[in-house]
Structure formats: C-alpha cells, structure tokens
C-alpha cells in the first residue's frame, strides 16, 4: 500500500547513487530488501570513509527507516479495515478500489444512510459540475473542489486504475465508450469515478458486493494481496466460498 509507493521512489534515489558511481546494471528486485541492499554497498563501495560510500550508508539508514514507518502504517491501515468488514468488502470488491480507497470511503461516507442518494453524496464528495445561473443563462463547469478531497482524490485514482484493467466489467466498458466518445483522460476519470461511487452507495444499500466479473475472485485475490482474508465475511460467507 503506502510501502509500495514509497520504496519506489527510494528505490530509484538509491539506484541513482550506484550509477553515478558507474555501477548501473542494477534491478529494482536487487534492491527491494535491507539485506541485499546492504551487501551491495559493501561490494561495490570498499572504502567506509569514501564520500559515495558515506551517501549510499545514508541512504540505506533512510530507507530502513522508511521501510519501518510504512510497515506500521500499513497496519494501522489493515486494522482499521478489518474493524469495519462489511463496507470493507463492498467497497473492496470494486475495481480499482484499494485500501486506502475503502478506507477513505469508510471514514467520510460510512454506511452511507446519511445521504438519500448517490447524487447527494457526490456533491459532498465534490464530484459534481459547477453550474453558473444568471437570469435565463446557465453555465457548466468541471467538478468543483469544496467537497470531501480523500474521497475524491482516491476515487479517481482508482477510475484511473481501471483504465489499465485487462479484465471486462461495466467499469472497463463505461471507460471504454467515453474514451471512443472523444473524451479526455481526466474527464473520463471523474465520470467513472462517480460511477464508482454511485455503485459503492448503492451496495451499501443493498448490502450486496459487486458481481460485475461474474464470480469474487477478483475480491478475493485482492484481500490476499493486502493481507485482508482474515476478514469476517459479515453475511458475504455464501458469496466468497
């Protein structure tokens, strides 16, 4: 999750010390643990008091420390989600949708009872065009940003994350026809992104997950992956076997 965002560019600023050191057949996997990131720089840089040797130990030291605090982070993350399990796993079992998405929507929309419709929430997520009335004249604009900014900020990047999903469902196609209707990226992301939420809304509702692949193996390789299968299934346990 947070870890996977962050070592990537750590990665890249640790690489970057090697190469400019003339070391530059390295892969980010030979990097992705403290034990051989260490090992290398004891390889390739013999002398301790050296200047590149000096940078590549403190930059080691940082992305230990780094590694730590996204690891707790990440938990912290998983513990609050495993709290909550049934808007977990409605909102998880949306494509493109994450932790850190399900959580966002967990935290501000919650069962979404508050909100008498999907178009309600929307607006308080900021999700909607701005609209100019002057007498007779009406004016759209693009989605104002005065609304719930993680929500938002989350849901389109899940939108997003859907664009690159090889896997059919009505999501992919909705992306898929407003691409081949001329729209540009950052609109289509925020159409879809409203599509997601509309949906999440109206699952919470139902008290239903999403079946848009027509089984939940996507939901449960996605609670593998981040380590979210010890779950309580909260009425899904039919849905998930």
Known sequence: MALEAVMALEDGCTNAVFNLNGISFLKRSDLNKSEKRQGLVSRHFDDN???AGLQARLMLHDIDSIELHADAY???VRKALLSR?????IWMSLPGVG???ALACIAYIGDGRRFSSPEQMRNYVGLVPRIDQSGTREV??????F???PVRRNAIQAAWSICNMKADCTLKRRWVELKAA?????KIAVRVANSILTIGWTLLKKNELYNGFGDFEYLKRKLRSYRLTAIDSSGFAEDLK
């Open 85 to 89: 399990p049934r808007e977990t796993l």
């Open 140 to 145: 759209v604009f693009g989605v104002n940003h």
């Open 49 to 51: 008091d050296s200047i």
């Open 74 to 76: 990440d938990e912290l």
């Open 99 to 101: 932790p850190l998405t």
């Open 147 to 149: 609304g719930c900014m």
């Open 182 to 186: 001329g729209k540009k990226g950052q």
